[in-house]
């Protein structure tokens, strides 16, 4: 069966790196649906009680 093309739901969980700092992995169909690469510069940011996570403008 075909995943849908948008508003995909995943359980993820939150994993502590390096003592300070929390990582959330990402699907890898959300990632190239999005064309997101290694290396991407990303704006995270919170709105009331959810985070977005955007790709950053090209300076």
Do not use: W, Y
């Not at 995909?8 to 300070?20: A, D, E, I, P, Y």
């Amino acid at each position: 069966m075909a995943r849908p093309e948008n508003d995909q739901t995943s359980r993820r969980k939150l994993n502590l790196v390096g003592g300070k700092t929390f990582a959330v992995s990402i699907p890898i169909e959300i990632i190239r649906q999005l064309g997101l690469k290694k290396g991407d510069d990303l704006m995270v940011r919170r709105m009331a009680d959810k985070i977005i996570i955007e790709k950053a403008e090209q300076k």
